[in-house]
Nanobody
Framework: QVQLVESGGGLVQAGGSLRLSCTAS????????MSWFRQAPGKEREFVAA????????DLADSVKGRFTISRDNAKFTLYLQMNSLKPEDTAVYYC????????????????????WGQGTQVTVSS
């Protein structure tokens, strides 16, 4: 069983920065693409960013391009999301997720591609 544990959320003023971390259990971390999703109250869970198993390929939602960066450290079994220039509309619970299939990149923007999810970490951006 894979466990994903997010940390780093909090309250920040607009224009500020936060770095989220997601630490995975197990030693297969480096075999799977990983992503960040977020869910605001009353809204569906939405894709934020994805990174391939080697870290050589990334995909970011248009709403966060130029402000967020996704990265990973396979030696530490950890996924990161650096969030800069935060806006009130970035307020949400942020979840990390691992794809169901090793070495698979297809459909990374869809929640259907993911088998394991973290418990989420709250990010609140005040105006």
């Amino acid at each position: 069983q894979v466990q994903l544990v997010e940390s780093g959320g909090g309250l920040v003023q607009a224009g500020g920065s936060l770095r989220l971390s997601c630490t995975a259990s197990g030693r297969t971390f480096s075999m799977y693409a990983m992503s960040w999703f977020r869910q605001a109250p009353g809204k569906e869970r939405e894709f934020v960013a994805a990174i391939s198993w080697t870290g050589g390929r990334t995909d970011l939602a248009d709403s966060v391009k130029g402000r967020f960066t996704i990265s990973r450290d396979n030696a530490k079994f950890t996924l990161y999301l650096q969030m800069n220039s935060l806006k009130p509309e970035d307020t949400a619970v942020y979840y990390c997720a691992r794809t169901s299939t090793a070495g698979w990149w297809g459909g990374v923007r869809s929640v259907e591609a993911y088998r394991y999810w973290g418990q989420g970490t709250q990010v609140t951006v005040s105006s």
